[in-house]
């Protein structure tokens, strides 16, 4: 039976601390396993290697020789251990992300801004694509998808969410009915975002006076296909159309947009970070708050 690596470290730390009692408790294992554990490495040297009192312990002859062996290697694997760590914080390399071009434009500008500012050593660079993006073999530490994964062979964690309600340009509400329902959609120039094989619908949800959802049917007259599209022609006054919040919160603060049925907003779309490992490198751990403050509409952190 060979050795275990870790049955030799145990060794180390009771010869160190002369003491089973004190090695368990900076070990934070029972005394009782961690006796077991040195009785079971002398049984596959085939030496007794400790001599064990009430009071004390101490070293064989053949122990003293295998720790003065093995101290030396125990202290180098914890030193590499340490380097290891350093290095897994340094950020460094590139940051290689896949999402789609729309998200892109609309929410990462500011947090990769920030983000080189404060890494100047690390580039960046994305893969702007609406298909998925094979995280193996294109050597891309993420990809940021919208909407619900079912990818069992990678990773993922929830960034936030995309909240949306319906706006219009003060020029194309102005001498109109403004619909005080959802139903009175039908009576207005809607923008849909995406061609659909079936009818097109907006998921409204309203939380007061009483907690309800519906689906409206949207005839679109136009089909924008991004979202930069819509916001450009709901600014010129073309429609109605489901916007995210935090994209047009300057508009609707200049008064350029106004919300329309402000008790409803549609179904958030959830927005998810995929990668192959949990262990994520360190450029991609210092970026991610960064995103997630902007997807929560929050300074982005100093």
Same mark, same amino acid.
């Given at each position: ?85 350093? %290095?897994? +914080?340094? #950020?460094?390399?590139? /940051? &290689?992300? $896949? ?6 434009? *609309?929410?990462?500008? @500011? ?73 009175? %959609?039908? +009576?207005? #120039?809607?923008?849909? /975002? &995406?061609? $659909? ?6 998921? *409204?949800?309203?939380? @007061? ?81 960064? /995103? ?11």
């Amino acid at each position: 039976m060979e050795p275990s690596l870790s049955d030799i470290a145990l060794f180390v730390e009771v010869v160190n601390t002369r003491s089973f009692s004190r090695a368990a408790e900076r070990l934070d294992l029972p005394a009782s396993t961690l006796s077991r554990r040195v009785a079971k490495l002398e049984t596959a040297i085939g030496s007794r290697l400790l001599n064990r009192t009430t009071r004390r312990v101490e070293l064989t002859e053949m122990g003293s020789a295998y720790y003065a062996r093995c101290s030396p290697l125990v202290e180098e694997a914890r030193q590499a251990h340490a380097d290891l760590a350093v %290095l897994q +914080d340094r #950020v460094s390399g590139v /940051l &290689r992300l $896949s999402c789609t071009p729309e998200f892109a434009s *609309l929410y990462l500008p @500011e947090p990769l801004l920030a983000f080189t500012r404060r890494h100047a050593e690390v580039g960046v660079e994305l893969d702007l694509s609406a298909r998925y993006a094979d995280l193996f073999s294109e050597q891309l530490d993420a990809a940021i998808r919208l909407g619900p994964t079912t990818e069992a062979s990678l990773v993922t964690r929830r960034l936030g969410q995309l909240s949306r309600a319906l706006y219009a340009s003060p020029d194309y509400l102005n001498g109109k009915p403004r619909p005080q329902k959802p139903q009175d %959609l039908a +009576d207005h #120039v809607l923008i849909g /975002l &995406r061609r $659909s094989a079936s009818q097109p619908q907006w998921h *409204l949800q309203r939380r @007061e006076p009483e907690v309800s959802s519906l689906s409206v049917p949207v005839q679109a007259r136009f089909v924008a296909g991004s979202m930069g599209m819509q916001r450009e022609l709901v600014l010129r006054g073309a429609g109605i159309a489901a916007l995210d919040e935090l994209l047009v919160a300057p508009d609707v603060a200049a008064g350029r947009l106004l919300p329309v049925l402000p008790a409803w907003r549609l179904r958030p779309v959830p927005v998810y970070l995929v990668t192959v490992s949990r262990l994520m490198p360190a450029r991609l751990r210092q970026f991610l708050p960064l /995103l997630e403050a902007q997807l929560r509409g929050e300074p982005l952190p100093t």
